[in-house]
């Protein structure tokens, strides 16, 4: 199922990295090549995942999906580290 469309090669990779680390599989269909991909893509996903996909892709886009950056797990391995045993 097609979940996204966008003038931007780079903008659909953004997209199916978002999706990727949310654990969807996406296809990327796009018409860029050579060293500086340009031009239209198009996201694809299973239809199981459909309505996942566009809930966090509008959430991203609207900016109230809270995109998670590592750092707490960071925080919590430098907690462990500095315990004494």
Do not use: N
Not at 9 to 15: N, R
Not at 43 to 66: C, K, M, N, W, Y
Not at 70 to 81: C, K, L, N, S
């Amino acid at each position: 199922m097609s979940v996204f469309w966008t003038q931007s090669l780079v903008e659909g990779e953004i997209a199916k990295g978002r999706l990727e680390a949310e654990g969807i599989p996406v296809d990327l269909k796009g018409a860029g090549e050579g060293p500086y991909p340009t031009g239209p893509a198009e996201l694809f996903v299973p239809s199981s995942f459909e309505a996942q996909a566009r809930r966090i892709l509008e959430e991203t886009q609207s900016g109230s999906h809270d995109v998670p950056d590592g750092r707490e797990d960071h925080v919590r391995r430098e907690q462990t580290r500095e315990q004494p045993e």
